[in-house]
Nanobody
Framework: QVRLVESGGGLVQAGGSLGLSCAAS????????MKWYRQSPGKQRELVAG???????NYEDSVKGRFTISRDNAKNTVYLQMNSLKPEDTAVYYC????????????WGEGTLVTVSS
């Protein structure tokens, strides 16, 4: 059974920084793309950033230049460093990954809350 566990959320003032991490555990043979999504109250869940197993990254336009996604394949962990945070970054942040155990499946973490005060 696979679990994705996020950590690092919390309260920060506008302009500050936070780092999130997400560790995948279980009988994992391979992980392909790992992503971070976020969802604010009353809004749809949106893709924030993604990273392939080879390290290719992509970002949602509003976070480009402020957020950095990275991963440690040996630890099955993905990170999201968030700088210059804005109140509109307030959301629950979810980890997502394509993982191979006996077949490829997509998995979600339970989310971690990030609150940016003005």
């Amino acid at each position: 059974q696979v679990r994705l566990v996020e950590s690092g959320g919390g309260l920060v003032q506008a302009g500050g920084s936070l780092g999130l991490s997400c560790a995948a555990s279980g009988n994992i043979l391979s992980i392909n793309v790992m992503k971070w999504y976020r969802q604010s109250p009353g809004k749809q869940r949106e893709l924030v950033a993604g990273i392939t197993s080879g390290g290719t990254t992509n970002y949602e336009d509003s976070v480009k230049g402020r957020f950095t996604i990275s991963r440690d394949n040996a630890k099955n962990t993905v990170y999201l460093q968030m700088n210059s945070l804005k109140p509109e970054d307030t959301a629950v942040y979810y980890c997502n990954a394509d993982i191979f155990i006996s077949s490829w499946r997509n998995y979600w973490g339970e989310g971690t809350l990030v609150t940016v005060s003005s």
